[in-house]
């Protein structure tokens, strides 16, 4: 039975991006929350944890990770992108093309696109989960104030559209499995 894994990266005691008292581990534990319980609500059952991504899950399963950036002074970019394991195949990259199409939907972030791994990415071990259903989404640049404007207050709506989209997902993959 295929399952779903929700990780908000990091840990309390090791945050990852810190920017003007916003900590990336705080952001991205807050929206994986709320996901969990909009999946419930939905009737999909998820497991929430925290810290790095992780091995050894089985081959269908879905983990949903999600970080935050930063643009450290550089230009001034904002919006959210996601990145996938080197050998995600065209579905997989459809699905996280429409997981986007939910947090990029109205109010929400500014696209940024799917991208597989490459060793600019600092997820290394996205590779090494055992499922190529893993997405590891960035939302949005933490020293944005758009992108920060969005998290804080538009997170319920991009979440309903996000639990739509994975609820619509999970759907047609059990038609597949019964057909
Ligand atoms: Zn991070």
Not at 143 to 169: F, T, V
């Amino acid at each position: 039975m295929r399952k779903i894994y929700i990780n908000a990266g990091h840990l309390a005691y090791s945050p990852g991006g810190v920017y003007k008292g916003r900590r990336e581990h705080s952001d991205v534990l807050r929206f994986s929350s709320l996901l969990e319980r909009e999946l419930k609500k939905e009737g999909i059952s998820a497991v929430l944890y925290e810290g790095p991504l992780g091995e050894g899950f089985n081959e269908n399963d879905i983990i949903l990770s999600f970080h935050r950036d930063s643009n450290m002074k550089k230009e001034e970019s904002h919006g959210a992108y996601v990145t996938l394991p080197a050998d995600a195949d065209a579905s997989v990259q459809y699905d996280a093309f429409r997981l986007m199409s939910g947090l990029c939907s109205d109010g929400g972030f500014k696209y940024r696109g799917v991208h597989t791994y490459t060793k600019k990415c600092p997820h290394k071990s996205i590779c090494k989960t055992g499922t190529p259903f893993t997405f590891v989404f960035t939302l949005g640049f933490m020293d944005n104030y758009r992108d920060n404007d969005i998290l804080d207050n538009k997170s319920p709506s991009l979440i309903r559209e996000l639990a739509g989209c994975l609820k619509e997902i999970e759907k047609e993959a059990e038609n597949e499995n019964n057909s």
